[in-house]
């Protein structure tokens, strides 16, 4: 009988850290490839992205063994000591998978931090060890949709090129959006045959047992959004749709940058009807969801193919429509006229948005639609356990060395 697959995933966080949307599908990865027989280790850091106690250096957990490599908290102490900690986090990862006994079959590493892949590939170097590279934001094109920096900047040169030669040394590379899996081909120059798109899935074991239903519990129409209030979100756009429509409720759950911009408008101009929170754990984050009417994603523009928000296959799991603020070229846009689970509005149009949401509580068997709608495709064909399927199906290939580039 053949030994299982030995995977060793590579991400920034892990469990218990899973506040961040990478921490908590990297996680979730793990747990469902243990449970198809696949042998798992995680190398992550060990750190808290939210505070509090440090966890343990090494610990087994659902049958993952979990390694924790030091890196400094400087998350908040502005990019350049940012950027100092992840390389020495990266080289920590390094020096314990080049001086470890025994070696993986294949390694799944991801863009968190943006140099981790740098580890991957001295493995292969050295070790001959294959990895699947796994893309959930795209950098430095992210920066440069962002419009942080300029094309002409180091940096951005320095790190196109680094990402330039992770891409092509990765035995495959893991793109969860089709726009994305485009970009990569476009502008890194990457063949068809290296490039895989595998949606993140919608996790619907841990939210689908809520149900499906067509309006909340409360007794008001209820929106909901929760992630990061990131620098260069829509959130004025959600405000003065707010302001539109009295009679909905809007709940704000998370924390960042312009968090501190939504609590001045609310109190500034008394706009009662949106309540903010910070964020939930997994059974209040479950509770949130199930007694929202409709819940937002918001994606900043010219990041389409940068990025894929992962809290848009929560919404699904939980029955949810969802009205996504972005560019109708993006994977969310693409899934939900697809699956005809909710609508795309653009960036900046605090009208359209308003209109959505009045639509939709004007007819409630339309919110019913799309409601079953974004329940089946949870279960189906945008399933976290079809996503994780053909991930462990693209790494035993990769293992193997049967894939063709």
């Known amino acids: 009988m053949p030994e299982p697959l030995r995977v060793c995933l590579l991400n920034e966080f892990f469990y218990p850290d899973r506040m961040t949307g990478t921490g908590n599908v990297v996680t ?28 343990a250096r090494k610990e087994s957990w659902q049958g993952i063994r979990i390694r924790r490599v030091y890196e400094p ?22 020096l314990f998978l080049l001086f470890r006994r025994r070696k993986p079959d294949v390694v799944f590493v991801t863009t968190a931090p943006p140099f981790l892949p740098l580890a991957a590939r001295l493995l292969k170097t050295f070790r001959r060890v294959p990895f699947v590279y796994c893309i ?21 040169k320095m790190m196109r090129r680094f990402q330039g030669k992770a891409l092509r040394s990765a035995d495959r590379v893991l793109a969860i959006g089709r726009c994305m899996a485009g ?17 993140i899935g919608a996790d619907v074991e841990s939210l689908g047992s809520k149900g499906v239903k067509p309006t909340s519990l409360a007794s008001r129409f209820q929106v909901a959004y929760s992630g990061n209030f990131g620098r260069y979100h829509d959130f004025d756009g959600i405000l003065d749709a707010a302001r539109a429509l009295p009679d909905v409720d809007f709940l704000l759950v ?15 101009e008394g706009i009662s009807n ?38 848009f296959y ?11 603020i972005v560019d109708p070229t993006c994977e969310v846009a693409l899934a939900l006229a697809e699956q005809d689970c909710g609508v795309a509005v653009t960036q900046g149009d605090s009208t359209a948005l308003a ?33 994780v399927e053909a991930i462990q199906a693209l790494l035993m290939d990769v293992a193997a060395g049967t894939l063709v580039v």
């Open 136 to 156: 959930y934001d795209l950098e430095p094109d992210r920066v440069l949709g962002l419009g942080v920096l300029p094309a002409s900047s180091l940096f951005v």
């Open 183 to 199: 970009r990569l081909k476009s502008g890194y120059g990457l063949p068809d045959s290296k490039v895989a798109f595998i949606p």
């Open 314 to 324: 929560a919404y699904m799991a939980a029955g949810k429509p969802t009205i996504a």
């Open 254 to 268: 998370g924390k960042g940058a312009q968090r501190a911009h939504v609590e001045e408008r609310v109190r500034a």
């Open 355 to 387: 209109e959505s949401i009045r639509t939709l509580l004007a007819n409630p068997s339309r919110l019913t639609s799309m409601s079953k709608n974004a329940a089946i495709a949870a279960g189906g064909l945008l399933s976290r356990e079809k996503s």
């Open 73 to 94: 908290n400087w998350n908040r102490k502005g990019t350049a000591l940012r950027t100092l900690g992840n390389l020495l986090f990266v080289l920590g990862v390094t």
């Open 274 to 311: 949106i309540e903010l929170k910070d964020f939930l754990d997994d059974d209040a984050y479950a509770a949130m969801l199930a007694r929202a009417d409709v819940c937002l994603v918001t994606m900043e523009k010219g990041l389409e193919g940068t990025c894929v928000p992962s809290k």
């Open 28 to 55: 979730d990865l793990g747990v469902r490839l243990v449970a198809r027989g696949v042998k798992v280790e995680a190398v992550c850091a060990r750190l808290s992205y939210v505070g509090g106690e440090k966890p």
